[in-house]
């Protein structure tokens, strides 16, 4: 088994390897269908101050012969484990802190790729943290001539992104002081956010707008939903656990089944081409689009295949692996192992 650090994924999963990648896994899931487990997550609040809150993911990739789980911290550490999906037998563990960022930049651009209007000369984001930075710099991969304006809590909180981010090898990139700022013209707006009221409001989006709604909280009104054409999801289950559909739900302005009713299409099926990303050219596309483990299985696995190609990574040897070259080596391993079962189960 391989296991890769988060320096040697920030060195393997490039920008056009991102989007390749994650563009690949969704065309997967709108032809195979499923691709999650179910349920597509498990939580684990965890008593502390604050609570330390734990999720775990699994998914596989049907075409390819691979399964994995993601699992970590949220707002902590992320790691991915990839394994045969006929044996079960684990190819490599990817430290995903980084990795998992870059997955979400790769999710919006790939949505945005087959969701917003034909010519985008704006995208406005709305958020400062680390996973709209990699909007920014994925976003380009897809719309090379487009302008970039950012918005966060404070004026200053945007002002350093743009320092952060902005080079004259770069978008341009302008800090504004508010959200309608941020969305005001703008071809595509992206929310990650952990905002505490929604931010977008009826009449912010201009005409054929896309909306991409990517942050665990409520982020528009609910007021704002007559104004989409088509709504798009990429996992269901879990956009009525978090973020716009699961709060209007909760707040009971709307029920699971009419959020079933209102959506046209999954992601999968867009990317795919067995349904349509929007109708026309002047409707405004509603992306609730949060992004799905089998993308962070598939980056991992992309940067497991190269590393083991560059010679990169460290390789752990399994118990039978050792013990065909040193017996007696094989033999404590194993014992040292069942050891440890039977003090576990008490016997």
């Given amino acids: 088994m391989r296991v890769l650090s988060e320096a040697e994924t920030r060195e393997l999963l490039t920008v056009e390897a991102a989007f390749r990648v994650v563009e690949a896994a969704?065309?997967?899931?709108?032809?195979?269908?499923?691709?999650?487990?179910?349920?597509?997550?498990?939580?684990?609040?965890?008593?502390?101050?604050?609570?330390?809150?734990?999720?775990?993911?699994?998914?596989?990739?049907?075409?390819?012969?691979?399964?994995?789980?993601?699992?970590?911290?949220?707002?902590?550490?992320?790691?991915?484990?990839?394994?045969?999906?006929?044996?079960?037998?684990?190819?490599?563990?990817?430290?995903?802190?980084?990795?998992?960022?870059?997955?979400?930049?790769?999710?919006?651009?790939?949505?945005?790729?087959?969701?917003?209007?034909?010519?985008?000369?704006?995208?406005?984001?709305?958020?400062?943290?680390?996973?709209?930075?990699?909007?920014?710099?994925?976003?380009?991969?897809?719309?090379?001539?487009?302008?970039?304006?950012?918005?966060?809590?404070?004026?200053d909180g945007a002002r350093d992104f743009a320092r952060r981010l902005g080079t004259n090898r770069r978008p341009p990139l302008i800090p504004v002081a508010t959200a309608e700022e941020a969305a005001r013209d703008a071809d595509i707006v992206v929310t990650i956010t952990l905002a505490q009221a929604p931010m977008i409001r009826p009449g912010m989006l201009k005409a054929g707008a896309l909306m991409l709604s990517m942050g665990g909280v409520a982020e528009i009104t609910f007021e704002c939903l007559p104004e989409f054409g088509t709504v798009v999801v990429d996992d269901l289950d879990y956009a009525l656990l978090r973020g716009d559909f699961a709060a209007w739900v909760n707040a009971g302005l709307m029920t699971r089944e009419q959020v079933v009713e209102r959506i046209d299409a999954n992601i999968g099926e867009v990317v795919a081409g067995r349904k349509p990303g929007r109708r026309s050219a002047g409707e405004r596309v509603l992306g609730v689009i949060?992004?799905?483990?089998?993308?962070?299985?598939?980056?991992?696995?992309?940067?497991?295949?190269?590393?083991?190609?560059?010679?990169?990574?460290?390789?752990?040897?399994?118990?039978?692996?050792?013990?065909?070259?040193?017996?007696?080596?094989?033999?404590?391993?194993?014992?040292?192992?069942?050891?440890?079962?039977?003090?576990?189960?008490?016997?």
């Fill in 290 to 347: 949060q992004g799905m483990a089998h993308c962070d299985v598939a980056c991992a696995k992309y940067c497991l295949e190269e590393a083991a190609r560059r010679g990169l990574g460290t390789v752990v040897e399994s118990i039978a692996q050792s013990a065909g070259r040193d017996p007696a080596k094989g033999a404590k391993s194993a014992a040292f192992v069942t050891a440890g079962l039977r003090r576990s189960r008490g016997i």
């Fill in 26 to 155: 969704y065309r997967e899931y709108g032809l195979f269908g499923t691709v999650l487990a179910n349920p597509s997550a498990a939580v684990m609040f965890v008593p502390a101050d604050p609570p330390a809150i734990f999720i775990n993911k699994m998914a596989m990739l049907p075409g390819q012969g691979v399964a994995g789980m993601r699992f970590g911290m949220q707002f902590g550490s992320y790691y991915c484990l990839v394994s045969e999906a006929r044996t079960g037998k684990a190819i490599g563990l990817v430290d995903e802190t980084w990795s998992y960022r870059r997955r979400v930049g790769a999710t919006a651009a790939v949505s945005a790729k087959y969701l917003a209007p034909k010519r985008v000369k704006r995208i406005g984001l709305i958020g400062a943290g680390q996973l709209n930075e990699e909007v920014y710099l994925m976003m380009p991969h897809a719309f090379p001539g487009a302008e970039f304006r950012v918005s966060s809590r404070t004026l």
